[in-house]
């Protein structure tokens, strides 16, 4: 017999009728369960003065790790024990069901869905009375509702220093690590627009498409590389000469004047003796123009 892993809470006497009821014990556990259910005695726990509890393992495989305890006790002078109590109890082992949490406390932010509702607690701390009724005429209530004046709720300064506290510690606050690589601050960049209300003392909404915190809330000193005045300063390079491309031709048409026939012949002219002073001379002309050169020379 295995003793139970359980420290005993009171220091009683053990007593051995009550121990050595084990057999009872199971018939009570196979009573309450059937016979397929309870499994080997794990052991005993004294729990007082002639009260007794017996494990017995669970066999059922969906309670893998739970246990049968069946309390026994007996009166005074009493030989026999009766049963207090079966349960079944899970062991150290056990799968349980994790602890329950109310509703409230198990949303997250980024579970609402749409056409989800999450309703508001009446005493949500983080609100409060947006204004009194005074019974004031119509028109003056429709001015104060065009102002929005008239929320029947508005933010407390609780729930104002608890989102200033989310904003300032979150992704868009002075720690993040883009704040912490740049210079730049949104307090100086163009790009912010200043909250209204009193959380337009210390956060800005950015308008910069390109920065990380495009339509967020900014602290103003959060800061990333798409501020206002980061400009780049471009060199003025030298233009390069102009290239011929000598590779290739390009055709252009041209309107000409008509030719008269005394231009024709001109030209045609002008032709002939181009073509004569080309042609190359004959041997005899050569000779020819050799003996007068020698005659010269004589």
């Known amino acids: 017999m295995t003793p139970v892993k359980t420290p005993d809470p009171v220091r009683a006497k053990p007593d051995a009728i009550s121990v050595a009821a084990v057999e009872a014990a199971r018939e009570a556990a196979i009573e309450e ?14 729990e007082g003065e002639r009260l007794v509890t017996h494990y017995f ?15 026994v006790t007996r ?9 207090n109590e079966v349960v079944m109890l899970p062991g150290d082992a056990a799968i349980v069901a994790p602890e329950w949490v109310p509703w409230s406390e198990r949303v997250q932010p980024g579970d609402l869905r749409p056409g989800d ?4 607690l009446p005493d949500d701390p983080r609100l409060e009375a947006g204004f009194t009724d005074t019974g004031a005429p119509e028109d003056v209530l429709e001015v104060v509702e065009e102002l929005g004046l ?30 912490q690589a740049v210079p730049y601050k949104c307090y100086t960049c163009g790009y912010s627009v200043r909250l ?12 910069n498409e390109m920065a990380p915190g495009f339509g967020r809330s900014v602290s103003f000193d959060y800061g990333c590389g798409a501020h206002s005045d980061v400009v780049i ?6 233009s390069t000469e102009h290239a011929f491309d000598t590779t290739g031709y390009d055709e252009l048409a041209m309107e000409s004047a008509p030719v008269t026939d005394d231009e024709v012949q001109e030209a045609d002219a002008v032709q002939a003796e181009v073509e004569a002073a080309a042609e190359p001379e004959s041997d005899d002309e050569v000779l020819e123009e050799a003996a007068e050169s020698d005659q010269t020379e004589g």
Not at 233 to 238: N, Y
Request: hydrophobic share 35%; with cysteine; charged share 15%.
């Open 33 to 46: 369960a059937g016979a397929a259910q309870v499994g080997e005695h794990l052991g005993h726990l004294v």
């Open 233 to 238: 300063d471009s060199p003025d390079h030298p």
């Open 196 to 207: 209204a209300d009193s959380l337009g003392q210390a956060f800005a909404v950015c308008t």
């Open 117 to 120: 509702l999450f309703p508001t």
């Open 57 to 71: 393992a669970s066999t059922h495989p969906g309670y893998r790790g739970w246990r049968w305890a069946v309390t």
């Open 75 to 83: 009166a005074s002078r009493a030989k026999t024990v009766t049963v």
């Open 150 to 179: 008239g929320r029947e709720r508005v933010l407390s300064p609780t729930g104002r220093q608890e989102a200033a506290d989310l904003w300032y510690s979150g992704e868009f606050g002075p720690t993040s690590p883009i704040a």
